[in-house]
């Protein structure tokens, strides 16, 4: 909840300017000087501005000319409309698709654009390694030694000075280490719900989440998401008048998969009305570090009361999946979820959560964010840009403001399992629509792991284009017969 | 399953002799050189037994003198009875007492005679280190990178590996790499049991085993279990006729709390027992490396023909339990274990398993076991003779051939809650026999983590004995009453 720095708000209104035809595709901008003068702002501020537009792939310099607004601006296309009703309750079905998303990611040979991998160049491996191998030297006793729940108080307690900047006061002692964000909310799942319960959704969501509602046998109501204002609350808000929920699931910050949040007012009412429905919130943050304007969004457990809000997250987007260091936050259920991770497993490793409270207390963490922040920020741009110029006209796209997918809506008749048995079998992987909901819906979509998008990889984006364009035009299997 | 040594045959003959009495407390053994000529083997041959029941406290070496029968031989109290019938089904009650024993483990100042945590003077903490550090150098990418189930390869292989000892023919792609045993354990559960199903388990079990089948809604059916013989296979036979069982949960090896095990033929019973019945074997093996007489004993997998039986262990009592590898060879339950253990939190921590597999690669695992194991077996006999000397009179205690676990049967008014209470005001901490079931046996009983003895700790198994003392001859309430 940082302040908008002047440059941004700058930057913001070019933006505005060009979206709304003021300067198009091919104008040149206002000279630095033109700039600062007209905006009232130093020149220092524009130039600032003007490379953080640059980043975003809004605009671009050309040496001894000026800036320009790039073509890629117009071509981008439209958001996803996404705006059906709600589904459920209802059963939810099969999981080999997820198993056979989860087995490519193995396959150095593939291009990853499947599972939310990040980019491997952007983990700070080294400087982790040296982290751990220094803690395996200073503490080794705490390091290989017996560990168990809740994990570090070290970590524990970096963690909660990190999460100040989410407008959350946690306590170390109200925090327990996981085996990943994925761990965390199993956890809460198992701690809030039993088999036949009912539990409301953000929908699309992470495939994984739709996998444990399944393995749990807890049927689920789908709350519309916007690509843009995230979670429909009117939408929850029936749910919650018209049947009885256990919890509810929601992404608050650059969901997954539309990168979209809830705004302060939104979780804010999100909070209050689970409180006064007495349902819980599992509220995942794991994309929270990842805004690509470089501000920490808030968490909905800011506004928490009662210890409603069971808040769970993790290192493995931003710093090292293998490590597999996440956390939970679980408000008025600690004990239960402390009970049930000591039976589950103990405790987490300890090695890999030393390194990263090493990596937080040292400082390296928000500079390492600043870094990576832009990066995705700038593949996403060019990667939209390029799918913008290979698939099919009809496809929409979303524009995420932080995290590294995006979510792709293709002509209503493309199947995107069929999309995606096709691209496996050039080395491309990506994740159908289709798991991302217990329903039969988003079909026709798909999500792209923007992390892996580089030039090297053009080509993939140009051939799952290609192959997006010959499902469209695939006549009916009727008339194949004569 | 490798051939006995000669030298252990030998003193295997000298430990007979003083059973039975031929030799007695403080009589004078043969000469080195007498014996090797009686017993027909090389002086070299004796000298190595003698050292070896020197380890186990079972003969003392006098400067100048000889070979002498120690006196702790005939002061060590009776093994206990357990004889009684099985429980059950029932359900299973409060879980408390085993979070305040697992919170207990993490605090410093106290004696941890409770939960079975290895000495960390015997965990290779530095080597392992090092190779931590190595391996996130070598490997940085697959170190820190995203990794999924079923884990590493190279970990894998060395695992396969090494189950040639007990028999075992696994291949690397049978196993899931698991956060310990217990995570392995509990994905088996997970995966043949539905709440409301019955489970059959060795009777007494690991504490942590009794809170899984609570938390997951299941019965219990307990099979008595033999401090001498293991599992009471005919028992087992007769739940089996009548009773459902979903699986059946035993430790084969140096069973916790036990120490006990299932002979070669007891283990062939087993799996045909219930192959016959159709009912799944999870075969819990984490003691099967810490054989005190230097063998590796068979698994029960070793004659599973139908992948009927998943098998669990880690590493966590030989080597590291701050790591929490484990692993799991579900048999012809991979492909459901394998999802269950992607959703639940995609995969185990990378870095460690890295490390460990190094440690098995490079020899340094078969070299280190040899030195735990002798150290084990001496720390339960010392353990062992002071709770002789200390303890009420009535006093049973098991003489464990692996592990570094001891179960004490005290005297019948004996509430082993209470000691533990009054323990843990002594900052010693126990695990009293009520968790070591799921129904209200054992309250008489405990069992004591002899890693942590050592004689700067005999104080507190002098003060546990002196607690035991008055708990027996606490007169009744009743008679407090004038």
Redesign the interface.
Known sequence: MDKTPLYREVAGRIAALVAGGTFKTGDRLPSIREMSRQAQVSINTVKVAYSHLEDQCLIEARPQSGYYVCPRSLQLPKEPKINRLGIGPQEISS?KL??RL??D??DAGMVQFG?A??D?KL????K???L??GA??SH??????????PGSKYLRSQIARWMLKAGCTLNPEELII???A??AV?LALQVLCK?GDTVAIGSPIYF?FV??LQ?LGLKVIEIPTSPVEGLHLDSLRHALRTSSIACCLVISNYSNPLGSSLTDGGKQELVAMLAGAGVPLIEDDINGDLGHNDERPSVAKAWDRDGNVLLCSSFSKT???????GWIAPGRYH?AT???K???????????QLAIAEFLASGGYAHHLRVIRKAYAGKLARMADAIGRYFPTGTRITRPTGGFSLWLELPEDVDTVALYSRAESQHITIAPGRIFSSGDGFRNCLRLNGAFWSEENRWAVQSLGRMAEELCRKPPIESLEP
Chains 1, 2 share one sequence.
């Not at 983990?123 to 080294?126: F, K, S, Y």
């Not at 080794?140 to 017996?146: D, I, K, L, T």
């Open positions: 999981s997820v198993m989860m087995r990611t193995t599972a991998i990040p491997p983990i700070p491996a080294q982790l390694g040296r751990l191998a395996s030297r080794a006793a705490e390091s290989a030694g017996y560990s168990t729940s996981t085996t990943g994925s761990e199993f088999p994984n996998q444990m393995l710093l090292a999946p293998g490590y597999r260091v004990e402390l009970h049930r000591l039976v589950s497993n103990i405790a987490s490793a300890s090695p890999t």
